[in-house]
């Protein structure tokens, strides 16, 4: 990846739109990004659907109490709200169980239908629709599992099977896995397995606003080279020590082993509370990983969405490959495609 700092040159380049895009195209063609602004500002929980040529970002937007808002972009880094979308909105609190706390979507295609699963009210609901623009409706408004709080799930299908992973309270958040039923309305609880707690010393540092309460959330499981890899979040969201790391598996519901380096991505000096992850395919075929931050050191929110690129590291001596993550980075970056 191309790297530098801002200079008279870059200065130079990005002027004409710098008071107006936080990434995009420079008047030479180069497409850039900078995460100390934030790829979409005020967006946490972000989440790349890719479908037809288009890219679809979905996440917790400031107006979490109204539903999950949606942007669109040609190639990963020139976003904007489609005219599609309902005020922005690809799921509305209308259409939908619960009136607030709407977070950390995801959305897939299966059963000739769009699905959106998301947390509501500390519960996981699913919704679906026609179009990744929305709107995603309920024939029943209700959540997943009711009584039962669960928040910050993913999804991965494998062999006919929809398999689900989220973080359950049980005096912290664990991170549980489970199969779905096959029209995606239930979870098998049968099913349900422990997967991951916050246990080791970054996982659960001095900084958590809470030391009482433990935090393993954001699970994202992705199959690589025959193994699963699990990238999972830790520490509470307020805290600027919020970061990935990773663990691995042979099979979905595990068991899993995590990463012995971990984290694998984790704060700096300019951009804290870093996690919750996407990973999606560039246009150039590059992996790229979408994750959110803090608004700035000492400051909460609103929270933005930041990208860098991610790669799978083979082993000279035959062990999994390990996963490497160019960031996070400070400065503008321009993308190679």
Do not use: C
């Amino acid at each position: 990846m191309l790297r530098f700092s801002i200079g008279l040159l870059l200065v130079t380049l990005l002027a004409p739109m710098a008071e107006r895009a936080i990434a995009g195209t420079s008047p030479d063609g180069k497409k850039y990004y900078d995460n100390s602004k934030g790829v979409v500002s005020k967006l946490a929980d972000p989440f790349v659907f890719q479908h037809d040529g288009t890219y679809y970002l979905y996440g917790t937007g400031s107006g979490s109490n109204t539903g999950i808002p949606v942007y669109t972009s040609k190639d990963l880094v020139n976003w904007s709200e489609p005219a599609g979308a309902r005020d922005g909105f690809a799921l509305h609190e209308d259409d939908v169980w619960g009136d607030s706390g709407f977070w950390s979507p995801e959305v897939f295609y299966a059963n000739n239908k769009f699905y959106m699963i998301f947390t509501v009210e500390e519960h996981l609901a699913v919704a679906t629709g026609d179009s990744p623009l929305g709107p995603f409706t309920q024939k029943e408004h209700r959540p997943l599992t009711p009584g039962v709080k669960e928040i910050g799930q993913k999804t991965l299908r494998e062999n006919g099977k929809t398999y689900i992973f989220f973080s359950r309270f049980d005096n912290a958040n664990v991170i549980f896995g489970a199969e779905m039923t096959a029209d995606m309305q239930s979870i098998k609880e049968d099913t349900v397995v422990r997967l991951i707690d916050a246990e080791e010393d970054w996982e659960h540092t001095k900084n958590n606003p809470d030391m009482n309460w433990p935090v393993a959330e954001a699970p994202l499981v992705i199959k690589h080279d025959g193994l699963y890899y699990m990238f999972y979040t830790t520490n509470h969201y307020k805290s600027p020590d919020y970061a990935v790391g990773y663990a691995i598996a042979k099979e979905p519901l595990g068991p899993y082993k995590k990463y012995q380096k971990n984290p694998i991505l984790k704060p700096n000096d300019l951009l804290q509370g870093t996690g919750t992850t996407s990973i999606v395919k560039a246009p150039n075929g590059e992996l790229y990983m979408f994750y959110h931050a803090h608004h700035s050191p000492g400051k909460v929110g609103p929270r933005k969405t930041a990208m860098d690129k991610i790669e799978f590291v083979e082993q000279a001596d035959g062990s999994p490959d390990v996963v490497k993550v160019y960031g996070p980075t400070t400065t503008t970056q321009v993308v190679r495609w």
